[in-house]
């Protein structure tokens, strides 16, 4: 995609995992994104990338680490959407 800005749209609950990103073949960031509320149901989550100097073609690979929260019972990563700009 081609853009400055980017981000996803997830769908966290009682058993969401961590994620990694990497940003135009970048070093791999984790992210968890297990909060207060998703033990309690599941909620859609946005997470945005960090913002590009300029407007440029970006690839963006995502990918479970099999890793958890300790309040988490799973390692779930569910997408709903890709949002960019």
Known sequence: MT???????LLC?????SFEYSLN????????LFDEWCPG???PVPFMFPVQAER?????????T???????TGT???V????YS
């Not at 099999?66 to 988490?72: A, K, L, M, T, V």
């Not at 709903?80 to 949002?83: A, G, S, V």
Request: net charge positive; aromatic share 4%.
């Open 3 to 9: 853009g400055q800005r980017a981000g996803i749209v």
């Open 13 to 17: 609950g009682p058993d969401s995992g």
């Open 25 to 32: 073949g970048g070093v791999f960031t984790e992210v968890n």
């Open 41 to 43: 149901a599941y909620r």
């Open 56 to 64: 440029a073609l970006m690839r963006i690979t995502i990918r479970n």
């Open 66 to 72: 099999g890793r958890r929260d300790s309040r988490s």
């Open 76 to 78: 779930g990563l569910r």
């Open 80 to 83: 709903l959407k890709l949002l």
